[in-house]
């Protein structure tokens, strides 16, 4: 079984819905990341969070240590929010690079 | 800031030759990391620098895979000699903390190994 878990998989839906990407983890971890990655290939960090919400224009990332668990929230969302949306955790014990791990990533079109 | 800068975007070569990926990362930032991406294993963080010291390069996957950074504007990671199983996007990115920051991500090497 993976260290992070990011469902759905694949995400179809219409311009303007609530988009919801969770992500979930078997690792204690100090802090999380997502990352957005753009049709082009460009990778773009959202937010690294540890703890509560943090919110910046449309998107909106929570976390709950307890439950091992984070998700993504788009609002009013856009054809330019299709990406692949990528989850990473960084381990409590040391964010080295066997401590840094990613989810698979969501693939989320969003369509006019 | 012109952001992380990487070259070359693209790279053919053949299984055996030397590549050579460089990155500049944004000025004053103390971190840089090197990943990788295939489709089999998505993103895989092989190296990262502070103060231009590599501290962790336990992602790395084999000796075949180096990677230096001989100033704070300026490393490569170099592949020699390099195999089919090599070919992914390589990316570069800074921050000013370690993992506790945003991460800022150059556009990446596509690389090809024929």
């Known amino acids: 079984k993976n260290e992070v878990e990011q469902s759905p998989q694949n995400l179809t839906a219409q311009e303007g819905e609530f988009i919801t990407i969770n992500c979930s983890y078997s690792v204690g971890i100090s802090a999380l990341h997502w990352l957005q990655q753009h049709p082009g290939g460009g990778i773009v960090s959202l937010f690294m969070l540890s703890s509560g919400k943090k919110k910046h224009g449309r998107l909106i990332a929570t976390i709950n240590i307890q439950e091992k668990h984070s998700s993504l929230h788009i609002t009013a969302s856009h054809p330019r929010d299709s990406a692949v949306y990528i989850c990473a955790v960084i381990r409590s014990s040391g964010g080295g690079a066997d401590g840094l791990t990613f989810g698979k990533g969501t693939h989320l079109i969003i369509q006019p | 800031d012109a952001g992380v800068i990487q070259s070359p975007r693209h790279e053919v070569t053949e299984m055996g030759q030397e590549v050579t990926l460089r990155c500049k990362p944004i000025s004053g930032h103390d971190y840089l990391f090197w990943y990788r991406q295939t489709m089999m294993r998505g993103l895989e963080l092989l190296i990262y620098?502070?103060?231009?010291?590599?501290?962790?390069d336990s992602g790395m996957p084999e000796d075949r895979f180096s990677a230096k950074m001989p100033n704070a504007s300026f490393s490569t990671l170099k592949i020699q000699p390099s195999e089919p199983r090599d070919s992914a996007v390589y990316f570069c990115?800074?921050?000013?903390?370690?993992?506790?920051?945003?991460?800022?991500f150059g556009a990446g090497t596509r690389l090809s190994v024929l």
């Open positions: 620098f502070n103060n231009n010291v590599p501290i962790d």
């Open positions: 990115a800074s921050s000013l903390v370690a993992f506790g920051n945003i991460q800022y």
